[in-house]
């Protein structure tokens, strides 16, 4: 029986700066050890020519487009679906998150109104309904935690209008992050696109009424629930009443309503016996005394923090709501200054604004009646008259994000919601490299042989897009492991995808255009592998013969022989 040479696959580590990689020639000889402890080299040769490139996959992508999955691929795991994605592997996002440093910053239950500025051709009200659909969009804040849903979103003409009915304040997720609310799209039938060119939204109180965070008579603290003397019990000029609220004034631009409830606190100096027996009170005709003066604030300035010092607030309504010249409710209104800062008084770092004693009348005397303002509840509010531009919009689609920041118009298409262009199910090949030669050898590893082939089509990233190579497929359609060569006359370009920068391959199952075929499990690809045969090529033997020796047997030094050719130079 003729001898059968060893066969197999020998895959080539290249080192090299150079993006042309190492070319290496059919019948390239290597050796390998002997297995039997002999001594002896073995010696196999490479059964084609090949480039081998430098390039490394770096990632690998499954894409089933009709799904809208994407999964990562990891061969560490064990054998990967090919061109049957995994929804419980799929890391497939259509998010937008719309920030803004002020409005968002809620505890207490209230209602996000979000107003998308529709791009040209975008139907608002079809759009509006997609986003407020539960089958389709998932609207959600940050609580500090966790990503919880909105307990109620619905449409209102051109609005979306997500309640929060919690406790639970909308937070940002880490120092750097601005406050967001984030709306999750998946499913549905419409797979159309939303692109608008902004996106304006306000916030608003579910309860009109929040109490601030906390009071302060100079640094005294005054109890928000209970009340207290606003000025103490001799207030002087320059003594400052302090409100703090983080809800109602962080929000700069709006409308801000302060109510007191305000009760008169009388402190006599003298008893009347004593005013009549030491003052020595002129008595009228009518025997009528004269009244005492009355010692109260006549005159506040209120201020705010701008970051450097305390700057004049022009409020309306009862702006002095501490001359006790009459009790109960007191209400004033003023616009959040756009420089508002936190400030920290009493080491209580906040949003301040404190109401400052001008001037107290008849400060000085010493039998008038104090009159002492009391305040024994203080509530504030907010509202904005119209809604504001989104300081922060972020989108994310297919694995691509985009990020809009500014208050101003944005002036270009924002898109919102984008599914994948339909296609059969893919795999994306992601290298660090370029890719070029002629060819570059893959090996496939499959778990398994199958009885059915496939028609795969590799395609390689080109200037004008993905384009389709040839190839010369040594696996049989996919039906079992083995080696593809891909012709690739110029490199491929850099491109990115799923957010992702690199050189690409795409594989399509054109088979799934026409019917849905089983996953492709395959264990592993490898890079520059090329099959191989246990021979090697001997020195040119040159045999003498004398004349009439027609039987001449030559033998040959190492056997056994593969094949040979023979020469006669008959001259």
Request: contains cysteine.
């Amino acid at each position: 029986n003729p001898a059968t040479p060893a066969r197999g696959y020998v895959q080539f580590d290249v080192n090299t700066p150079d993006d042309r990689g190492v070319h290496i020639k059919k019948g390239t000889e290597m050796y390998a050890d002997d297995p039997e402890g002999q001594g002896r080299d073995i010696v196999f040769e490479t059964e084609r020519s090949f480039d081998a490139t430098p390039a490394k996959i770096d990632q690998i992508l499954l894409v089933d487009a009709k799904k809208d999955i994407v999964e990562e691929a990891d061969f560490s795991e064990g054998p990967v679906g090919f061109f049957g994605a995994s929804p419980e592997k799929n890391i497939q996002r259509h998010e937008v998150c719309i920030g803004h440093p002020d409005a968002l910053p809620v505890r207490q239950p209230c209602a996000v109104e979000i107003r998308p500025v529709m791009s040209v051709g975008m139907m608002t009200d079809k759009v509006i309904g997609r986003l407020t659909d539960p089958g389709f969009a998932r609207w959600e804040y940050f609580d500090g935690e966790n990503w919880l849903p909105f307990d109620e979103v619905r449409a209102d003409n051109e609005i979306i209008v997500a309640v929060k009915r919690s406790d639970r304040p909308i937070c940002r997720q880490d120092a750097d992050s601005p406050y967001m609310v984030r709306c999750s799209m998946s499913g549905g039938e419409d797979r159309s696109d939303i692109l608008v060119q902004g996106i304006d939204l306000r916030t608003r109180l579910l309860e009109e009424w929040t109490n601030p965070d906390e009071m302060f008579y100079n640094d005294r603290p005054v109890d928000v629930a209970s009340g207290g003397y606003c000025f103490g019990r001799q207030p002087v000029s320059y003594d400052c009443f302090y409100i703090a609220s983080d809800e109602a004034l962080g929000k700069r631009g709006a409308q801000i309503s302060l109510t007191l409830q305000m009760r008169t606190i009388v402190d006599r100096q003298i008893t009347p016996e004593q005013m009549y027996e030491f003052n020595k009170f002129i008595v009228d005709k009518n025997d009528k005394v004269i009244r005492v003066e009355e010692i109260y604030i006549s005159e506040v300035i209120w201020e705010y923090w701008n970051g450097s010092g305390w700057r004049p607030l022009r409020p309306s309504g009862d702006v002095n709501p501490f001359s006790c010249r009459r009790e109960g409710q007191m209400s004033l209104t003023f616009v959040c200054p756009e420089d508002i800062r936190k400030a920290e008084v009493n080491a209580h770092e906040n949003y301040w604004i404190r109401a400052r004693v001008a001037f107290v009348e008849n400060n000085f005397s010493l039998t008038g009646d104090r009159l002492l303002p009391f305040a024994r509840e203080v509530k504030l509010t907010y509202s904005y008259s119209a809604l504001l531009p989104a300081r922060e919009i972020q989108t994310r689609n297919n694995g691509e994000t985009s990020r809009f920041s500014g208050a101003g118009p944005i002036g270009q298409d924002i898109v919102l919601y984008r599914a994948f262009k339909p296609e059969p199910p893919c795999v994306y090949l992601r290298f660090d490299r370029p890719l070029r030669g002629y060819p570059v050898n893959l090996y496939f590893r499959l778990a398994g042989q199958f009885e059915e082939e496939r028609d795969v089509e590799f395609q390689a990233l080109t200037r004008t897009g993905f384009r389709k190579i040839k190839t010369q497929n040594g696996t049989d359609g996919f039906s079992d492991s083995g080696i593809v060569s891909l012709f690739l006359g110029e490199a491929t370009e850099k491109g990115v995808f799923f957010g992702l920068e690199g050189y690409w391959l795409r594989l399509v199952d054109n088979g799934q255009r026409r019917q849905e075929k089983p996953p492709l499990p395959v264990e592993n690809i490898e890079m520059n592998v090329v099959d191989v045969v246990q021979q090697r090529r001997e020195e040119e033997l040159r045999f003498p013969t004398g004349t009439y020796e027609a039987v001449r047997v030559l033998r040959l030094e190492n056997t056994p022989v593969q094949s040979c050719e023979v020469w006669v130079d008959e001259l």
